[in-house]
């Protein structure tokens, strides 16, 4: 039995699949954390948060590493880590950080910072020859109005370090370009409190299909789990509105994107962890969107699951342990398996979603989640807004992803009336 230090966590998805991992591995975790409110906040209906199920809950400031390390050296001599591990993308680097330090299996830390920090991914694989777009690192809108000469219109404007496709923007021209810089100014630390890199990334926009490949990377070897793909709306937002494991590619096109994921991975230096590499298929071939050093958000990992029986989560506490992962295929009777997600398209207060009861009983739905009714929602504008989901397998071919979109779109928000305003 292996005992995990678990430094922060995302509150969605994947805060509730790895201490399910962690548990089912025969295994105990202790959970730092700096604002414990976070995720008592976040806690499900049916009961606490799992993260709370920990054998130690330490309040620390995850957001001083040094002053964190120093804590953490003196609870590694009483409590004993066997590895560490997060599911939030701002504590990444620093679990790689502690790892380190305490002597603990984990990547290096250099390579996840520079898989965490879009600048730094795009130099790195630029360097090393790994197909991406035509970019610019900006250190002010006057440098980005320039840049985008250099690249044209229309084109993409990113935060170098933010993440579930927070403030990246579409931009048509240069207002549109002096509105996105205008946001990503306005927004100068992250939702955990975390200060910001003030620069742009200005990117080419990619067309084609975006899809993802899910590989674990153990002792210098990176074993492909396989593809996914993605689907894209909310213009000029780049919001996820649905997955599909397995992707329904040709051959051709999955080995291209396998091929440029494990390229990247390569070129980051990225080893023992679950990566999640986003690849563009475009006309002129497949173009990395970004690599992220965990396990795929967005309940991509269950999709995998349900396909394939390997539990990406496992795989990420295995590696995190020094272990090596069981990433053996298993039949489960399902070929494909797809989500899709109910997005927001007004400003208002959900009273409820019409449609779910002729949903929830269907032998093809998995997973069908939505928002409760009182929740103040806005127009989508990243993956932070979804209204809920609904999850489908399909035991014949690729036909979850079909089937999930259909069904979605009988699901129907209503939202409360606006107060009457008195003359």
């Known amino acids: 039995m292996g005992h995990l230090l678990v430094i922060e966590s995302w509150v969605g998805s994947m805060s509730r699949l790895l201490p399910r991992a962690i548990r089912e591995g025969g295994h105990e975790f202790t959970f730092v954390t700096r604002d414990l ?65 305490l002597g603990l299996p984990g990547p290096a830390t250099d390579a996840v910072e520079g898989a965490c920090r879009k600048d730094l991914t795009r130099l790195l694989l630029a360097d090393a020859a790994v197909p991406g777009p035509r970019y610019a690192v900006c250190a002010d809108p006057a440098e980005a109005a320039d840049a985008a000469g250099g690249i044209g219109y229309p084109l993409v404007v990113k935060p170098v370090d933010l993440c579930a496709g927070m403030l990246v923007r579409k931009v048509r ?23 910001r890199a003030p620069v742009l990334l200005l990117e080419e926009l990619l067309t084609g299909p975006e899809v993802s490949v899910e590989t674990v990377s153990h002792r210098g070897a ?66 990395v969107v970004e690599v992220n050093p965990r396990p795929a958000g967005n309940r991509i990992t269950e999709l995998v699951r349900h396909v394939t029986g390997v539990d990406l989560a496992a795989a990420a506490v295995d590696v995190a342990l020094g272990r090596t992962p069981d990433l053996t295929a298993r039949p489960t009777g399902v070929r494909s398996a797809a989500i899709a997600f109910l997005l927001p398209d007004t400003a208002g207060t959900l009273a409820a979603v019409e449609g779910a009861d002729a949903l929830r009983d269907r032998p093809d739905v998995r997973e069908l989640t939505l928002a409760e009714p009182g929740r ?15 999850m489908t397998v399909d035991t014949e071919g690729s036909g979850a992803r079909a089937t999930a979109e259909t069904l979605l779109a009988t699901l129907r928000p209503c939202y409360a009336p606006s107060p009457a305003v008195s003359a």
């Open 37 to 101: 409110h976070h995720y008592l906040r976040a806690a499900p209906a049916d009961g606490p948060h799992p993260l709370l199920a920990a054998r130690n809950i330490i309040t620390a400031d995850t957001n001083d590493p040094d002053a964190l390390l120093s804590r953490l050296r003196g609870l590694h001599a009483v409590l004993g880590f066997d590895g560490v591990l997060s599911s939030c993308d701002y504590y990444l680097p620093v679990v790689a950080r502690v790892a380190e330090r």
């Open 222 to 287: 990176t074993h492909v789990v396989g593809v996914t793909d993605k689907s894209i709306g909310g213009a000029p937002a780049f919001i996820e509105t649905g997955h599909m494991f397995p992707a329904a590619l040709a051959p051709a096109d999955t080995a291209a994107a396998v091929d440029t994921a494990l390229a990247a991975v390569r070129a980051l230096g990225l080893d023992d962890l679950v990566c999640h590499t986003e690849i563009k298929l475009t006309p002129d071939g497949p173009r």
């Open 376 to 390: 103040t929602v806005r127009p989508a504008a990243s993956n932070n807004e979804y209204l809920g989901h609904v």
């Open 173 to 195: 021209d240069e207002r549109e370009l002096a509105d996105a810089c205008r946001a990503l100014a306005d927004f100068p630390v992250n939702a955990r409190g975390q200060d």
